[in-house]
């Protein structure tokens, strides 16, 4: 797997030389765009209509528009070359609990794995914050763009967590209002929850929609007609009570569990 960045997370005067790697990779089916009528691939050219000509990657060039039709050019060597070594290096700023972080400014994940010499500088930080329930809040460039994070403890590394800052998260978009819930209606619902809940393993879930289009792919390949799965129709109006009985009827007989949907 590629290195996604190299930095050193700062920690008061120590200092920790470490690599970062996506902890996901992307499975999702692609499709290319055609032609409807020839069938060919559909072809995206970059063209400068002042010079009239098809340019190439080494003729592209970032540029800044500071007026209407007027740019300043930045290469990338002047991009890195203005990046101070704090810029490159993921500074610690405080230590908080996690739950004070709303799972709203969470973006994407890195695994940090250390620099051959930095694994027992690394090992004291992490088992420090995991002994004292604590993450860390940090900051650092990526790409051209000082990015807030949260070093968070695991049992084999710290994952650092990509934070949005609170003026990238908006308010809700629309209010709606919050009818008053009946204590008989949040009995029945809780006995539902309690009759849904287990511990948590992500490895029982799988993407269904993926089989199912990749399923009917390799039916149009052999020329077999796509078989599409039946469901009941919902009907428009339900009475809430009544749609919470027969869920929690429905558990306590097993007929929807977690396991029973998974393919």
Known sequence: MAVAHKGAISFGLVHIPVSLYRTIREHDIAFNQLCKQSKQRVHYKKYCGNCEKELKAEDIVKGYQYEKDKYVIMTNEELEAIKSEKDKTIHILQFCDIDEIDDIYFEKNYYAIPDSGSEKAYELLRLTMEQEGKVAIAKTVLGTKETLLALCPKQQSIVIKTLFYHDEVVDIPKAFSHPEVQPK?????????????????????????????????????EGEAISVPQEAKESGIVDLMDTLKQSVALQKKGGTSKRSIKH
């Open 185 to 221: 209606e949040l009995k029945i619902a809780g006995q539902l929850i309690k009759a849904m809940s287990s511990p948590y393993d992500p490895r029982e879930y799988n993407d269904e929609y993926q089989e199912r289009l990749m399923n009917a792919i390799r039916q149009k390949i």
